[in-house]
C-alpha cells in the first residue's frame, strides 16, 4: 500500500522569506501523481500544485516549486516570497496513474505559519 | 472551472437522529465522489468511495451501516449519518473526479465540507 509521509507537523517562515516543507512517499508503481493542497482556515480544500511522476522537470506554480526526487521518494514544497495568505494547512497527496478516478492518499499534514 | 457544492455547512443534530450531507457536482458529471473525515489539525481520512449506480466501497472499519452513501445520479452523492451520537461529531469532505478532466489532468474537485456536531 502507498503511503505519504510529513514529518514537520508545524512550520513557521517570516513574511517575505522562504520555506520548504517536505513530503517523502512509499509506493512500488512507477507512474503516479504527487500533489500538494493548502487547506486554509476556511477548510476549502485548494490545489497548489501537481507533478507526475514521469516528468524530470520540477512543476512550478508562480511561487510555488517543488523538488521531486523520484529515486528517494521525496516530494518537497518550496513557497518563496511568503505571505501571510499562505498560512494554512498543507498536505502532500499521491494517487496511483494507472486507475482511473483512483483514490488520493494523503499525509499527516504541515500547519505553516506566516508572521508579519 | 469544475466546482462541487457541498450542504449543509454546519450542521447540529441530536444524538439518536440522523443527518444527511449532499454533494452535488454543478457543471460536470462526478462517475466517482470520494467522501473523507477529518478531525481538528488532522489529515483526511478516506470513509468510502462510491460510483454512479454502485454500491459504496467502504474503507476498513467504517460501518457501513452507520454512514451509508447513495450515488444515484451522475451529479449528486449523499452521505447520511445514521443514529448519531457525538462521536460522530466531526469535518466531512466529499470530492469528485471528473471523467472528462475538466477538473484538470488527474485532478479532484472537493466540496466545501461540512461541520457536524451531534450534541
Known amino acids: 500500500a502507498q503511503t505519504v509521509t510529513q514529518s514537520q507537523p508545524e512550520m513557521s517562515v517570516q513574511e517575505a522569506e522562504t520555506v520548504t516543507l517536505s513530503c517523502t512517499y512509499d509506493?512500488?508503481?512507477?507512474?503516479?501523481?504527487l500533489f500538494w493542497y493548502k487547506q486554509p482556515p476556511s477548510r476549502q480544500m485548494i490545489l497548489v500544485i501537481r507533478?507526475?511522476?514521469?516528468?524530470?522537470q520540477n512543476a512550478t506554480e508562480n511561487r510555488f516549486s517543488v523538488n521531486f526526487q523520484k529515486a528517494a521518494k521525496s516530494f518537497s514544497l518550496k513557497i518563496s516570497d511568503s505571505q501571510l495568505g499562505d498560512a494554512a494547512m498543507y498536505f502532500c497527496?499521491?494517487?496511483?496513474?494507472?486507475?482511473?478516478?483512483?483514490?488520493?492518499?494523503f499525509g499527516e499534514g504541515t500547519q505553516l505559519t506566516v508572521n508579519p | 472551472g469544475a466546482v462541487v457544492s457541498q450542504h449543509p455547512s454546519r450542521v447540529i443534530c441530536k444524538s439518536g437522529t440522523s443527518v444527511k450531507i449532499e454533494c452535488r457536482s454543478l457543471?460536470?458529471?462526478?462517475?466517482?465522489m470520494f467522501w473523507y473525515r477529518q478531525f481538528p489539525k488532522q489529515s483526511l481520512m478516506l470513509m468510502a468511495t462510491s460510483n454512479e449506480g454502485s454500491k459504496a466501497t467502504y474503507e476498513q472499519g467504517v460501518e457501513k451501516d452507520k454512514f451509508l452513501i447513495n450515488h444515484a445520479s451522475l451529479t449528486l452523492s449523499t452521505l447520511t449519518v445514521t443514529s448519531a451520537h457525538p462521536e460522530d461529531s466531526s469535518f466531512y469532505i466529499c470530492s469528485a473526479t471528473d471523467p472528462l478532466l475538466r477538473t484538470g489532468p488527474y485532478g479532484y474537485t472537493f466540496g466545501s465540507g461540512t461541520r457536524l456536531t451531534v450534541v
Open positions: 457543471d460536470f458529471q462526478a462517475t466517482t
Open positions: 497527496a499521491y494517487r496511483r496513474a494507472k486507475t482511473s478516478g483512483s483514490r488520493l492518499t
Open positions: 509506493t512500488s508503481e512507477s507512474d503516479y501523481y
Open positions: 507533478q507526475e511522476a514521469y516528468k524530470q
